[in-house]
């Protein structure tokens, strides 16, 4: 029963390198997002898709690029990491068509660029 | 733009009391608004998901109020135990948004045995 499985859970960068986030899901949800967790602000919107192939800019997109060839997997892209990047990086997933369905987290990622 | 605030942002109690969670939003016309709970080092799990057309939603000793034109809601945990010490996060969701989730900050809480 994995749920939503984020990939690595954590990775230290330096400034300029770039890397790839991992979310999949074994719910086939339509719908997957990515947030940022930054203390003391809450959880802030990237990136969302609404189904396979599809993408649409959040709330704080600069800086990332996203992905969903395939409709488990949810892909966010750092080209050139920013040390204004460090943060835990959630992705969630949630059915369409089902009115009031609560989205499913993950555990996180926690990323430090130094 | 919508804003969610939840004061405080840290509140300890006794083991045994009743906690109560407040969580305001700017704009009104929301869809439906999501109580989550966070231990440390993990995701977010829902724990009440209240539609804009009620009032309350209970879960055993969790119940959820909501006042869409005040723009509030308030999370009462009753008798609380030291397993209840967690970050508990509100969110909005728009009838427009895809089902995106605008987040509070979060209010800490942690019960003393």
């Known amino acids: 029963n994995a749920g939503v499985t984020q990939t690595p859970k954590f990775r230290v960068l330096k400034t300029g390198q770039s890397m790839t986030l991992l979310c999949a899901q074994d719910?086939?949800?339509?719908?997957m997002y990515w947030y940022r967790q930054d203390p003391g602000m809450g959880l802030r919107l990237i990136h969302y898709?609404?189904?396979?192939?599809?993408?649409a800019k959040g709330e704080v997109p600069d800086g990332y690029n996203v992905s969903r060839l395939k409709k488990q997997n949810f892909l966010l892209g750092l080209e050139s990491a920013a040390p204004s990047q460090t943060s835990v990086y959630f992705c969630?997933?949630?059915?369409?068509?089902?009115?009031?369905?609560?989205?499913?987290f993950g555990d996180g990622t926690r990323l430090s660029i130094l | 733009k919508q804003e969610v605030t939840q004061i405080p942002a840290a509140l300890s109690v006794p083991e045994g009391e009743n906690l109560v969670l407040n969580c305001s939003f700017t704009?009104?016309?929301?869809?439906?608004l999501q109580w989550f709970r966070q231990d440390p080092g993990k995701g977010l799990t829902s724990l009440l998901l209240?539609?804009?057309?009620?009032r309350e939603q209970t879960s055993g000793r969790l119940n959820a109020s909501l006042d869409k034109s005040s723009g509030r809601s308030t999370l009462y945990i009753a008798a609380s135990q030291p397993g209840d010490s967690a970050t508990y996060l509100c969110?909005?969701?728009?009838?427009?948004?895809?089902?995106?989730?605008?987040f509070g900050a979060g209010t800490q809480v942690v019960v003393t045995p």
């Open positions: 209240i539609q804009s057309s009620q």
């Open positions: 719910m086939n949800h339509e719908y």
């Open positions: 898709s609404v189904g396979e192939g599809t993408t």
């Open positions: 969630a997933s949630r059915r369409q068509g089902v009115t009031n369905q609560p989205q499913h």
């Open positions: 969110a909005v969701r728009r009838a427009d948004s895809w089902g995106k989730l605008q």
């Open positions: 704009d009104s016309a929301i869809y439906n």
